[in-house]
T-cell receptor, first 111, second 112 residues
């Protein structure tokens, strides 16, 4: 069964305290992996797409990496405005466009 | 501003009633999707459409139907609502099957 698991479920950081979020997957075939940010009461906001192991993408304080079994979202020197739920999703290679989402990591950054 | 609009923003519905959630995108994306988001279960795909005129079933399609008469609109219909359909519903679109999906603001539906 195709599965995406994110850890930890929740993470509390002090402002400036760097950390990483994990997304591990067990799927029949990976076509791509997506990271989203979701603020309370809003729809997910697209952050990154990764297509192959070894690929990295960066945006401000965020950096996403991909291996054959997992992806990491590294947050460097976070600020309170980085507080949100971060979702990862796997696009299967079945060519249907279907995404399988993990349950998310809720990040709280305290000033 | 380009993007996805959903209506209504929220709705309280009596069980057994029919309800259509509306979704419109102005990005001329070929593919559109409907998800539901529930606490502890994450986002789950209900139905999808890869191009106008075609639709497909996702992970949790029972009790829902969709149509795709044109590129921009992708309504989701609950023929006879039940309390287990209480959820937040998100519509999304993408330029292609391998492309990132962009999400609307969501509809919060409560079925009593």
């Amino acid at each position: 069964e195709d599965q995406v698991t994110q850890s930890p479920e929740a993470l509390r950081l002090q402002e400036g305290e760097s950390s990483s979020l994990n997304c591990s997957y067990t799927v029949s075939g990976l076509r791509g992996l997506f990271w989203y940010r979701q603020d309370p009461g809003k729809g997910p906001e697209f952050l990154f797409t990764l297509y192959s192991a070894g690929e990295e993408k960066e945006k401000e304080r965020l950096k996403a990496t991909l291996t054959k079994k997992e992806s990491f979202l590294h947050i460097t020197a976070p600020k309170p405005e980085d507080s949100a739920t971060y979702l990862c999703a796997v696009l299967l290679s079945s060519n249907t466009g279907k995404l399988i989402f993990g349950q998310g990591t809720t990040l709280q950054v305290k000033p | 501003i380009a993007g996805i609009t959903q209506a209504p923003t929220s709705q309280i519905l009596a069980a057994g009633r029919r309800m259509t959630l509306r979704c419109t995108q102005d990005m001329r994306h070929n593919a559109m999707y409907w998800y539901r988001q529930d606490l502890g279960l994450g986002l789950r795909l209900i139905h999808y459409s890869n191009t106008a005129g075609t639709t497909g079933k996702g992970e949790v399609p029972d009790g829902y139907s969709v149509s795709r008469a044109n590129t921009d609109d992708f309504p989701l219909t609950l023929a006879s609502a039940v309390p287990s359909q209480t959820s937040v519903y998100f519509c999304a679109s993408s330029d292609g099957r391998a492309s990132e999906q962009f999400f609307g603001p969501g509809t919060r539906l409560t079925v009593l």
